[in-house]
């Protein structure tokens, strides 16, 4: 076939100034980059060193068809450059490239040239009954997204990770950081990179939905085992304004006798934004304040804002020595903000989190002034980052023009913090973002689900976020409990949804409480939310809540368990129930229910009022419920009773982990 040829173990195909290259890229796996020649091998991206098959892929050259066999995974090009992707095992067509026309363009659209960069398109066919999953966390209350069209852009709940795990046996990450869209539509699949100097992406197949995610996470990076510590309980609100208050909130929590295993020092904690340090008006005496909480056996979070006011004592330095996200018009400023000392709005910068220098200088102002008084965990908060307006095509960053490498973003913020802790010699690492990228799982990046609202609604679609989540190889993943805006916690609607959010957290990777609870004040440094304690929701509340405070100190072994197969095998605690039962057709249907690990499988109440649910129990195992210690057969969908103290819970037959009181 003219035009293909093998170029050291990977197929290329020329036509005109175009170059397609396949190459093996990990078990099962093929890398594809396409542009105009020549490609470029160190364009930043998700994928670590390209890691080994175990197998010499195969190569062959025909009259009208060129293929590369890596394992399981073969990939076809035809006389006219159309890239098919197969299953060796059967011939079974797992995707394929389509024009978008007939004539043109083809499946890969290269767009006028602005420099090195253009706007690039990559379209694929669409199959009836694709299932869709993963993408990273979304508010649009989905899990299945075909039919979806998403932005490919950072947003406060709103994280965008481009892997999806398809339905007919294949995972697909499209290793671009650019701004863009994907389009999931009907008549077919369309990738869009607003900028970027070439197309480069990878797929993957296995048999199971397992087996994907240990392909995905192999080339991108698994997490460290979660520390033990940070399976407990955390406590958080908005916010805690000095250190006496914060301190007596853990004095109560050691009164009461409850687990507590963190809290939280929120934002406006320090002296100006930039500045990376205790406000010694609220906070006078830190280290006293870290022993105490060390006795007590918990860790203190503080926020950490990767933004920089323009009077703070580090933004002139860093400005100087171009450590600070540059514009392409206009003044180098990225948000408005309302910082401490300042009775008006006045705008801020973000520090270049992909410029070493840049983590370097942050990580030694945040050593100096919290780890060095023993803080030892990060909440990496605003991450995306918050800019506004949200106009990243006016960013310049280290790694490249804002357009082409925003996503990124979060992924080299949690670097830093890892890369610090680790010259540290700390082997503990867990930092709380708000976004987050393919691979920020290998930086001990933990993802919360933004600042949602306090209402069922909320809550329901929060179930698919995680579980979407966890199907983009994050397993660290956790929900402000009881939603972040608002929330009176004198209101019986609030009351109950408290409740059912707790019996909901109890299971998640993470069981944090955080929010910004009634009555509220306006943004500034003096707002805090009203109270946010376990026992702030009246004592009915606070005798449920406190039985899945215990609950959480029960199932934290079993927990920890499945936090070392996420490290060994990249699968997540919390996932949906077809990816342990992929042959039961009715897993793939449920979509408010999931797994944590597989012995425990957990239904939340996500409707006000509601003191009952149907719950589908997967075929191939005898469930028992946790509380009444009745058993049932799997492949069947029962209704359950579902009273406000507890949730429907239920343990595979046979499995030892301890859920009863």
């Not at 994907?212 to 309980?233: D, H």
């Not at 008084?373 to 909440?379: A, C, N, T």
Request: glycine letters at 10%; one cysteine or more; proline letters at 7%.
């Amino acid at each position: 076939m003219r035009g293909a040829h093998e170029s050291d173990g990977a197929l290329e195909w020329n036509n005109g100034q175009e170059t397609l290259r396949i190459e093996p890229w990990g078990g099962d796996s093929l890398r594809v980059r396409a542009g105009f020649a020549p490609l470029v091998d160190d364009l930043p991206g998700a994928l670590v060193e390209r890691p080994g098959s175990g197998e010499v892929p195969e190569i062959t050259v025909e009259e009208s068809l060129a293929r590369i066999t890596n394992g399981a995974l073969a990939a076809e090009i035809d006389t006219a450059g159309m890239l098919r992707f197969v299953d060796t095992s059967d011939g079974t067509e797992l995707l394929a490239e389509q024009p978008a026309h007939f004539w043109w363009p083809g499946p890969r659209l290269y767009g006028s040239s602005s420099g090195s960069s253009r706007r690039m398109e990559q379209c694929f066919r669409a199959y009836d009954g694709e299932r869709i999953y993963g993408l990273g966390q979304h508010t649009h209350g989905l899990l299945d997204q075909k039919g979806t069209v998403l932005d490919l852009v950072q947003r406060n709940a709103e994280v965008s990770i481009p892997f999806l795990l398809s339905s007919r046996g294949y995972g697909f990450l499209w290793n671009n950081p650019a701004v863009g869209r994907v389009e999931f539509a009907h008549n077919g699949t369309r990738w869009v990179a607003d900028s970027t100097r070439q197309l480069d992406y990878w797929v993957t197949t296995g048999r199971t939905p397992a087996e994907l995610l240990g392909n995905y996470t192999e080339v991108t990076g698994r997490p460290p085992v979660l520390p033990e510590w940070a399976a407990g309980f955390w406590q958080s609100k908005l916010r805690y304004r000095s250190q006496e208050e914060l301190l007596e909130v853990v004095r109560e929590y050691r009164r009461r006798e409850l687990p507590l295993s963190v809290i939280v020092a929120d934002f406006f904690h320090w002296t100006h934004l930039g500045e990376w340090k205790f406000d010694p008006a609220e906070y006078p005496d830190p280290a006293a304040m870290l022993r105490e909480l060390d006795e007590a056996g918990v860790r203190l979070m503080v926020s950490i804002w990767p933004s920089v006011n323009p009077l703070s004592e580090n933004f002139e330095r860093m400005r100087q020595e171009g450590l600070l996200v540059e514009t392409e018009a206009g003044v180098p400023y990225h948000a408005p903000w309302r910082d401490k000392g300042f009775d008006v709005e006045m705008p801020v910068a973000f520090y270049d989190a992909t410029n070493p220098r840049a983590r370097r200088f942050v990580w030694d102002r945040a050593r100096e002034h919290y780890y060095d008084l023993g803080v030892r965990v990060w909440w990496l908060d605003a991450c995306e980052p918050e800019i506004r307006p949200g106009t990243p095509e006016n960013l310049r960053f280290a790694e490249g023009p804002g357009r082409e490498v925003f996503n990124l973003y979060p992924l080299r913020h949690a670097q830093g913090f890892h890369d610090g802790m680790r010259e540290e010699g700390e082997t503990e690492i867990v930092s709380l973002c708000r976004s987050a990228w393919a691979g920020s799982q290998r930086y001990g990046a933990a993802l919360w689900s933004g600042d949602i609202d306090a209402t069922f609604e909320s809550l329901r679609a929060q179930v698919r976020a995680g579980l979407n989540v966890a199907l983009s190889g994050i397993p660290w993943w956790t929900t402000d409990i009881g939603g972040f805006h608002g929330g009176d916690p004198d209101s019986e609607y609030f009351r109950e949804l408290v409740v059912r959010w707790f019996q909901y957290g109890v299971f998640c990777p993470l069981f944090r409480l955080h929010g910004n609870r009634d009555p509220r004040m306006p943004l500034g440094p003096e707002m805090t939310g009203g109270p946010n304690e376990v026992w702030s929701f009246g004592e009915q509340a606070y005798e449920s809540i406190r039985e899945m405070l215990f609950l959480r100190e029960r199932l934290r072994p079993y927990l920890m368990e499945q936090m070392r197969v996420a490290h060994e095998r990249g699968l997540p605690p919390m996932r949906p129930l077809f990816v342990d039962y992929p042959d039961d057709e009715g897993a793939w249907d449920v979509e408010d229910q999931f797994l944590l690990g597989p012995d425990v499988l957990v239904a939340p109440v996500t409707e006000y009022g509601a003191r009952e649910r149907s719950v589908r129990l997967p075929s191939g195992d005898r469930w028992v419920g946790a509380w009444g210690g009745r058993a049932f057969d799997g492949g069947t969908t029962i209704t359950t009773e579902a009273p406000l103290e507890t949730v429907p819970v239920f343990r595979r037959e046979g499995a030892s982990v301890e859920l009863g009181t």
